[in-house]
């Protein structure tokens, strides 16, 4: 079964899936999601056994996924009775547990202000160690956390939670059109919330997306345009979005974007850009064969890269 969060025992602090991508490609902070333990987010469960009992992740260090990232029970993950994470979907034939590839749990907020954590001081004792311990005694039925407590988290500083929930349920309408959104003053349905960029002077302050058409390689910065085209005054108009070199040189995943963007320019399949903080103006750029005139294309530069993403995203295809 996937699992939307984990207690991680060197934070001490329960993450999402996404908080673990997150860390695992920020160059200003020392973590390896394959290094750390990860354990079950039922605290009367987690507590019952010795931090050998953990979880694994998936697509946890992947940068160019398409199927969606989560927590999973190991072959030899165990939990207490009643805990509301030994089994909530029936195992494959095969034996092994089933993975639905939709994101089941919606943030209800993202957070503009980025999430700190502080390291846990290690401990001499480890796993071996622990094993030869008393067993802990088992929790009663009013000690184990119920699934509604933890099985939708409310908040996320990470772009890549919403932006998933879009796209992993982007067929189910009635859903994304019934689960609420909120980005800085703004509230609206995730079916709301997410404009295509064709429509984008709809609104301001939304999340625009759209098929990408060509990344401009220029070396030391990207130009990202867009296929569809904006309609302003019964003129078409081209929409791309610029990655300046300062922004992308000091930029907390630096390794992990460039790495992304080259997948993305040389992969040859469909992509999707998605961003939130800026919204493409009309400006008039001079024309290359002749500088003298100039043309009108919507515009704009990207202020903080934790807000956009480029990826796959094979749903929202036709």
Known sequence: MKFDLAYCLGLDEKLSIYDVRDLNFDETMAFDSAKEHFQCPNDACRLAFDVANGLGTFNAKNVNYVRTPHFKNLPSTRHVAGCPYVSLKAPASTGEETDDSREEHFPSELLLSRRE???????????????????????????????????APDKTSVFAHPVECFVSNFEDKALLKRMP????????????????????????GL???????????YTQSFRIDFEKKVWFEKKPYSVNVYLNKKLIDSYRKRTAFLAQIKHAIESGRPLYCFFYGVQPALQQVPSKKNPEQT????????????????????????
């Open 295 to 318: 043309f009108g294309v919507f515009s704009a530069n990207i202020e903080n890269l934790d807000h956009l993403i480029v990826r796959e995203a094979p749903g929202l295809e036709g």
């Open 207 to 217: 999340v625009y997306w759209g098929k990408i058409k060509q990344i401009k390689d």
């Open 181 to 204: 959104l909120k980005i800085g003053e703004h509230t609206a349905p995730y079916a709301s919330f997410f404009k295509k960029i064709e429509y984008l002077q709809d609104n301001k």
């Open 117 to 151: 954590y502080l390291r846990k001081p290690s401990h001499p004792i480890v796993a071996a160690d622990l094993q030869g311990a008393e067993p802990a005694a088992a929790p009663t039925a009013n000690s184990v956390e119920q699934p509604g407590r933890e099985s």
